[in-house]
């Protein structure tokens, strides 16, 4: 099996990059995956706040609280064991895993044993909706100065995302 781990900051383009890519896959006739760090958090959203986990805007300080809450209660790479503990299920049915919304250095390096390729989607873009307080979140800047990607590529449109994305597959023949 293969895992992609896809970084960024809010509104970089990461679900923009992981459906781009499950699209090229699919198109080779691979099985693929897209999931998400975050998707523990959200489901506590779900339950606590009536979300329903894809509409926008986001509940983004909730979210951002909840999983600082629970690295600080747990332990600070709980929601990558917890992602290790998937990928070993989801490695019996799919060939490909992308994980979406990788945020923390954490997130990337705990899961080596996988051999993943790290990609990291930038936006230039200054507009975000985002709160002073979101904005200066930890898992707005926790990847800042983190330099160990394999690709690093720029928001672009649609149809610039998706030749830099199957230049990738096929570098990686994947």
Not at 68 to 88: G, P
Not at 121 to 139: F, G, M, P, R
Request: aromatic share 10%; proline share 2%.
């Amino acid at each position: 099996m293969k895992v992609i781990l896809i970084a960024g900051k809010a509104r970089s383009g990461k679900t923009k990059a992981a459906h781009i890519l499950k699209e090229i896959l699919e198109s080779k006739k691979e099985k693929v995956v897209i999931t998400e760090y975050s998707k523990y958090i959200k489901l506590f959203a779900k339950d606590l706040l009536g979300w329903d986990m894809v509409s926008e805007p986001k509940p983004r300080s909730f979210l951002q609280e909840m999983g600082e809450y629970v690295r600080a209660l747990k332990t600070d790479i709980y929601f990558v064991e917890r992602m290790k503990e998937d990928l070993r299920i989801y490695e019996h049915f799919v060939d490909t895993v992308i994980i979406s919304d990788v945020r923390m250095p954490k997130e990337l390096d705990e899961l080596k044993e996988f051999h993943p390729i790290k990609i990291k989607v930038s936006n230039d873009l200054q507009s975000y909706d985002l709160t002073k307080e979101q904005e200066a979140h930890e898992t707005e800047h926790a990847l800042d100065h983190y330099n160990d990607f394999d690709y690093v590529i720029q928001n672009k449109t649609e149809e610039e995302m998706k030749e830099i994305l199957f230049n990738i597959v096929k570098e990686n023949a994947l």
